[in-house]
């Protein structure tokens, strides 16, 4: 139920010099201590603090719209700041006139595991350790056992340094509680996968050491380079290279910068920093749109070069068509909702295990779900079936889109083939990847279509016995 917003009296609160707050109304105070401050601590409500940062910067008093959330709703305030002068120069009086709150939407429950199905995607994972820097909890990319396997183990058990030398670098930066940034290491058993690491320090409420959180982001150009011979390796028809150029230093290069033209433009058009001109808010959104355009490219560009390779191979993992197609429209879900276009899913207790590799085969029908929803008429349906075919199992995704000729049925596989579509967000390599990567993992990836009847794209895996 939202609460109104009709204060009887304002909610007030007050920060010293140091930004700490040193005085509260429980309403204030329970949302500082649930973003993780502690009483007579700094500031802990990022939006707030903004504006407490941006008035002190300006040197005057303001009065701005605040958004923040607790555990189960959102809260949105009009806060007057207000800067003290004489013996309390440097402090801030915070005045809330306005408080109300709404039941977060349900789909923010879900965040956490979507997140987690993005980084899986993405080839990324985290790890997050105590002060001894034994593993509290981790998520590996491409290593479903991870959890069970490392849980309570060192770090530096289960993550070797490609270059022995840096693993002092790392304990220096440890000791001296500094931020870890790019190291190179890889995984002492199991796939023994390669990553690049970065990690932060964490300090508790007490203003103590409690650990680190690392993040890793797979690092398939190293791994691939580690299994190919000396020898030329065929990159393009035509085309023999000896290094791998885009991969280990373009596709890096772009995706640093690019990541920050995303996440500052989204901050931006979101109006996190105060109100600002609905025509600069959608400049901002149009940015963000073409930044994740071509982080989008760069992934694939990356993707094409790695499954090109003669030594490329992916895992054989035990895995689930149901399970995976449920998360790939779990990613789209919001693509999909901003075109009224539903996505008609198999029932979750259905089970159709296979072996293939977890992030290639949700790369795949994230791919295909994708092309249904940006080709499909707004209103429509997206249907999802699975199948049990003898030595193979299938899901297939049946949009209502236009459809496609027969004559054009294979060249939508090839290498930037898009059937004359321009300006429609797509690269012309998914299919192609998307095809590979199938077969790479014994299966196919086959299409049937006709012309105003939409398409069915079909996935098929070897089957496995549960």
Request: aromatic share 4%; glycine share 10%; hydrophobic share 35%.
């Amino acid at each position: 139920m939202t609460k109104s917003g009709n204060l009887a009296e304002p909610v007030r609160g007050q920060l010293d010099a140091n930004g700490c707050l040193v005085s509260a109304d429980p309403p204030l105070l329970r949302l500082h201590l649930h973003c993780g401050g502690y009483e007579g601590g700094p500031l802990a409500i990022p939006q707030l603090l903004n504006l407490c940062r941006l008035s002190r910067q300006l040197d005057m008093n303001l009065s701005r719209p605040v958004q923040a959330a607790d555990e189960e709703n959102l809260i949105s305030m009009w806060v007057e700041i207000r800067l003290l002068r004489g013996q309390h120069e440097g402090a801030i009086a915070i005045s809330i006139v306005d408080w109300k709150e709404s039941p977060a939407p349900s789909t923010n429950r879900e965040e956490p595991s979507r997140r987690r199905d993005f980084d899986r995607l993405n080839g990324r994972g985290s790890i997050r350790t105590d002060a001894s820097l034994r593993i509290m909890a981790l998520s590996l990319p491409g290593d479903l056992d991870a959890i069970e396997n490392y849980v309570g183990h060192s770090l530096l058990d289960v993550l070797e340094f490609v270059e022995p030398s840096k693993q002092s670098v790392l304990i220096e930066s440890i000791s001296e509680r500094q931020p870890v940034r790019g190291q190179h290491v890889r995984q002492r058993q199991g796939k023994k996968s390669f990553y690049t690491l970065s990690g932060q320090p964490l300090i508790d409420n007490e203003g103590l050491f409690s650990g680190y959180r690392f993040s890793l982001e797979l690092d398939q150009e190293r791994e691939a380079d580690e299994n190919r011979d000396d020898t030329e390796t065929r990159f393009g028809e035509g085309d023999l290279i000896s290094d791998s150029l885009f991969g280990s230093q373009l596709g890096p290069a772009l995706r640093q910068p690019l990541g920050k033209i995303i996440a500052n433009a989204e901050t931006i058009g979101s109006r996190l920093e105060g109100p600002l001109r609905g025509d600069y808010s959608n400049y901002a959104k149009d940015i963000a749109s073409a930044g994740r355009h071509l982080m989008d490219l760069v992934n694939d560009l990356s993707d094409l070069e790695a499954i090109q390779r003669t030594s490329f191979s992916v895992a054989a993992d035990d895995i689930d068509l149901v399970d995976l197609a449920h998360r790939a429209a779990g990613l789209l879900a919001v693509k999909a909702a901003d075109h009224q276009i539903r996505i008609d899913l198999p029932e979750k207790d259905l089970k159709m295990p296979v072996r293939g590799e977890f992030r290639r085969v949700l790369q795949i029908l994230v791919n295909l779900i994708g092309n249904a929803i940006r080709y499909s008429p707004d209103g429509s349906v997206i249907k999802l079936r699975v199948a049990s075919e003898g030595e193979f199992s299938a899901v297939t995704v049946r949009d209502q889109g236009d459809g496609i000729a027969v004559e054009d049925q294979q060249r939508i596989f090839e290498k930037f083939e898009r059937l004359g579509r321009s300006g429609d967000g797509g690269s012309g390599l998914g299919l192609f990847i998307s095809r590979r990567l199938a077969n790479a993992m014994d299966g196919s990836l086959t299409v049937e279509s006709a012309v105003g009847k939409g398409s069915t794209f079909k996935l098929s895996l070897p089957s496995r016995t549960i």
